[in-house]
């Protein structure tokens, strides 16, 4: 262990995470909230095109385009959540609405079927549609441009609103990945694609990122891990290093989360045996509830403001 046995520390390592995750915060999170709503804005332009300007909200429209079902839910008043509408719709199950999400429509739904379930959440947009948001639909005429410019800001800026716990935890991700890939460059490590023979038959010296590593018996499933490394002197083992990057800016949800690294290195050690290495990567708020849970679990991790920790997994 490098830190999971180290309680006399915790207290003085959480709350230097908590600092640099604040830190990062304040330079950075607005940032890309800002460039996360330029893209929104332009979705929803995109979209209201689309649409005839929100005219023309049929199955045909949703089938031919459905991820603008996001901008769809935004143009109501109230904006409506997934499963609000879901439930206001009647339409068979939720796993439609997050199809369309992806951008995508059910390939195995009969088209007569899909088009019914499309024209359902068609009319209750119709129904809710924010008149005064977009005050050309009642008059039938077209939006002057500072009528347009308004409505694509706040729709945008509704469209931002519901996914910025995301966009936020993705910018951060994307730091931690980069600062990872500084330090094992910096130690003349080489960023590789998994070979064909899987993350097993990685080559001393290289690390990957965001890659499967299968688990089960008979039946396997991919689990998607956010580093593998392989050292320069393999482990006993001869299995890489695997490492799950976890930021919060928050206690509350790392709390309500902490069990999905325990399944994960159950899996993993029901698969591999209990010689595999997995270890997470943390910065932010991850107070001693957190960390004794996971060190109850044997797990171990490396703290993203004392990085130099990695080399003690033998690297």
Not at 89 to 107: A, F, I, N, W
Not at 215 to 230: A, L
Not at 238 to 246: A, D, F, H, V
Request: hydrophobic content about 40%; proline content about 5%; some cysteine.
């Amino acid at each position: 262990m490098i830190n999971a046995n180290r309680v006399d520390r915790w207290k003085a390592d959480v709350a230097a995470s908590v600092s640099m995750y604040n830190e990062w915060f304040f330079d950075a999170a607005p940032q890309a909230f800002k460039e996360s709503r330029s893209v929104a804005r332009q979705q929803v332009l995109d979209a209201l095109n689309t649409t005839d300007m929100g005219r023309n909200l049929s199955h045909d429209v949703l089938r031919a385009t459905p991820g603008i079902i996001n901008v769809m839910r935004m143009m109501t008043a109230p904006p409506i959540a997934r499963d609000r509408l879901v439930g206001l719709s009647g339409v068979q199950s939720r796993s439609l609405v997050q199809t369309l999400e992806s951008g995508k429509v059910p390939p195995r739904m009969a088209s007569a079927t899909l088009d019914a379930e499309l024209a359902k959440l068609c009319d209750v947009v119709a129904r809710l549609l924010d008149t005064e948001l977009m005050p050309w639909l009642p008059t039938y005429s077209d939006p002057t441009r500072q009528e347009l410019h308004i409505a694509a800001t706040v729709i945008g800026d509704r469209l931002c609103g519901a996914i910025t716990d995301p966009i936020i935890r993705n910018a951060q991700e994307e730091r931690q990945l980069r600062t990872i890939a500084a330090y094992l460059d910096s130690l003349g490590y080489q960023h590789i694609s998994i070979p064909n023979g899987g993350f097993e038959a990685m080559w001393e010296g290289t690390y990957s990122f965001r890659s499967n590593v299968p688990v089960g018996g008979e039946t396997r499933v991919n689990m998607p891990i956010d580093v593998v490394i392989q050292p320069k002197s393999p482990l006993p083992t001869e299995l890489p290093i695997l490492i799950e990057c976890k930021s919060a800016g928050d206690y509350t949800n790392t709390n309500k989360r902490r069990k999905e690294e325990a399944q994960k290195v159950h899996q993993l050690r029901q698969t591999y045996g209990d010689g595999i290495q997995f270890v997470l990567f943390l910065c932010g708020y991850f107070d001693s509830g957190y960390l004794g849970y996971e060190a109850a679990e044997g797990i171990d991790w490396i703290w993203e403001h004392r990085i130099g920790d990695l080399k003690e997994l033998g690297l």
